[in-house]
């Protein structure tokens, strides 16, 4: 058996990354149907917290490894992940303070490496699986969100151009609830599963678990829920970015966004091509702007959201290095992990203690 | 070095079925609001026939909607 006290720690931080990985891709399904008036924010963010709790029920084929394919399976040890979940954490909430969406999972693959690469040096790392997980899929996902989303627009104006603008925007408003809805039950389905993944890991790690064994139901319900308690919360900076700071939309080109959006995520996730829903929905709502006219994107905002999706795998990946180093330093028992995680608890206290006191959203701007 | 770590056929499909999809709902969706729009306008302007005709495209392309829809669903459980 494994130390019990590491086992809490991971468990505790993959649900902490959970609830981050809630609210921060929570604009991913509802920022467009906001802007747009489809849905009233807090409608918005109910019907996605409800969906994403959903969505984590419906399949339990849990990708049973963190980082599968890009470090080495065997040298991952719950400390290594622990320190992994603490990048991945860290370049959550920064990138939420600062109102740019990114990748959660690139985020917690870059923690891990960095965590990994620390532990055991530069062979626990499989270049080819960060080209091939990574960086191609980053490459890809916005481009092609933006030609489908863009050349969508085209033909929906082409279509409905000539027709009275009331009945038409109501129309594609309901097809945004539509549309946002499946987005929050492919997140939900994809993003759950990942910490389940992890708890299952570090369960398996631990000796509680045999790697046979079905996903145990308190494990299921804790994902679904800090999820769907993330989403709820709702990263209110990032929304307003994807919302209304990217492009002012029209119900047409918020359609043609989630309508594109979802559209390549599902054919990515048919084929097995592992697209970021960040990255695509960010590159739609981009194209459903730039083909009414290029000029009608904030291509400043653009580039600092290109910015951070470039640093994402290396700050992550230098916190949860730093972390390993820092647990490293009290040896390799459970003594490292815990004083971290007390000094990040301490710090979040810290840092939103005065918000909490004063009855203010956790994740609301200001 | 694309084609040495990566499936190229993978990607073409992705590319390919992406396009598809997201510009075909897309099309049909505004089809859908076409045909419930421009049916209405013909319908007061006394074109019964050709409003049924209209709409009769907007249904059909309602339903081809809906489906695309059930289909993702049925991708998403089934993935």
Known sequence: MGDPVVLVIVVGSALAFDFTNGFHDTANAVATSISTRAMSPRIAVTIAAILNFVGAFISLEVAATVAKGIVEADLVTPTIVFAGLVGAIAWNLATWYFGLPSSSSHALIGGVVGSAFVAAGPDAVKGSGLLEKVVIPALVAPVLALVVAGAGILVAYRIVGRQRPGPVARGFRLGQIITGSLFSLSHGLNDAQKTMGIIFLALVANGSLAPGDDVPLWVVVSAASAIAAGTYVGGWRIIRTMGSRIIKMDPAQGFAAQGAGAAVILSASHVGFPLSTTHVISGAIMGAGAAKRVSAVRWGVAGNIAVAWVLTLPAAAAVGGATYGITAIFGNGALGPLVVAISLVGLLLAAFGKRLAQGRTLTAEG | ?79
């Open chain 2, 1 to 79: 070095m694309m084609g040495a770590v990566l499936d190229a056929g993978s990607l073409v499909e992705v590319v390919w079925v992406s396009l598809v999809a997201g510009i075909g709902v897309t099309a049909i969706y505004s089809l859908a609001l076409y045909g419930g729009a421009r049916s209405a306008e013909l319908r007061r302007r006394g074109q019964g026939r050709a409003a049924a005709a209209v709409g009769a495209v907007g249904v059909i392309a309602g339903i081809a909607f809906v489906l695309g829809v059930a289909l993702a669903v049925r991708l998403l459980i089934l993935r």
